[in-house]
């Protein structure tokens, strides 16, 4: 589950709230001071620890917030600081606007997301999904596979950049899978994915039907395990199934 940091001013307090409410929601698991901070515990000790631990920081700003000095201002350079330590490339920090206000200069490096704006927060999720899909596992133009109750036969899952997730059931070769799933093939069934926390979700069709997919993503190995439910030729059944990560290499 993407542990969420809420950098934030205690003057934005109730919008942070609703926030964290939302991304709960969502399946993530944001990190809020007055929620988090047991009674007794050192402040600033545990702004830090949740800081490091958290896999991705939201600033959240508001012409209050970027104007005012403080400890918002304190957590903001302790943020800049661990954002430093981050592999190249990685989405760490998304300077979350509450209101239309201007962005601090040293966070302007990062795109901003307008959450008070139509379709912002829906933009916020589609980030948050594929730093979720990073830290999960599930790996873009990568193969997963299960073992298919039909003796001889194997499931295969391809997983694309574009959102794009190609599945088949058969007992081709190596070679035979590896080529159908670089190129356009009508045996194969064909769907979009989305990623949500530790959720993920996807219904591929073709001429046979429909399997609907949705389950958890495991992250040693990046294996899914998935809840299934077929509709194939008016005929409906559900089970749960395990796939792994497999390499295919062409004879």
């Not at 950098?7 to 007055?34: I, M, N, Y």
């Not at 948050?128 to 036969?153: H, I, M, N, Q, T």
């Not at 997983?159 to 080529?179: E, K």
Request: overall charge negative; some cysteine; aromatic content about 10%.
């Amino acid at each position: 589950m993407l542990k969420i940091f809420l950098c934030h001013s205690s003057g934005d307090k109730e919008d942070v709230r609703r926030l964290r409410t939302q991304l709960l929601s969502a399946g993530f698991q944001p990190w809020l001071d007055e929620e988090d901070i047991l009674p007794g515990q050192d402040w600033d000790r545990e702004i830090r620890r949740a800081i490091r631990a958290c896999d991705l920081v939201l600033v959240c700003l508001s012409r209050a917030s970027v104007t005012k000095t403080g400890y918002v201002q304190k957590e903001i350079r302790i943020v800049l600081d661990e954002a430093d330590h981050q592999p190249e490339g990685a989405v760490y920090v998304i300077p979350a606007r509450l209101e239309d206000c201007e962005v601090p200069e040293r966070l302007q490096r990062w795109h901003r997301v307008d959450l008070f704006t139509q379709g912002g927060y829906d933009r916020l999720l589609k980030s948050l999904a594929a730093v979720a899909a990073a830290r999960v596992g599930v790996r873009y133009d990568g193969f997963y596979a299960k073992p298919s109750s039909k003796e001889g036969f194997t499931e295969f899952l391809r997983f694309y950049p574009d959102g794009t997730v190609l599945d088949v059931t058969t007992s081709g070769s190596v070679d035979q899978v590896a080529r159908w799933f670089n190129r356009d093939h009508p045996d194969l069934g064909t769907g979009t994915y989305d990623i949500v926390g530790d959720r993920i979700t996807f219904a591929p069709s073709d001429s046979y039907g429909t399997i609907e997919y949705d389950g958890t993503l495991r992250e040693e190995g990046g294996e899914l395990h998935l809840h299934t439910l077929s509709r194939i030729n008016g005929h409906q059944s559900d089970g749960v199934w395990r796939f792994v990560p497999v390499q295919l290499r062409r004879s």
